[in-house]
């Protein structure tokens, strides 16, 4: 099961680290495995905030408090889905 678990400059990625599991309580079955984020992943994802900052921290006050209300609303829209 390869899952690309690194969303780092817009793009998903697997990662370059060591593989990390999430099993069933119930049965034990596989429910999630990906590769954790290494080293030049964490430098990666730290160089593309720093690159989105900027452009970010320009946008007006407004715009931005409307896309963190979208986000809040997408998140309750599927909280089920993302309950493990």
Excluded: N
């Excluded at 964490?42 to 979208?70: G, K």
Aim: hydrophobic share 50%; with cysteine.
């Amino acid at each position: 099961m390869a899952v690309k678990a690194q969303f780092i400059a817009g793009q998903w990625q697997a990662g370059s680290g060591a593989t990390m599991s999430k099993l069933a309580p119930e049965d034990q079955s596989l429910l999630w495995q990906a590769a954790s984020a290494g080293a030049d992943d964490v430098q990666a994802a730290c160089a593309a905030a720093r690159a989105a900052f900027y452009p970010w921290s320009h946008r007006p006050l407004a715009e931005r408090i409307a896309v963190v209300e979208r986000f809040a609303a997408l998140l309750e829209t599927h909280k089920e889905a993302l309950r493990p």
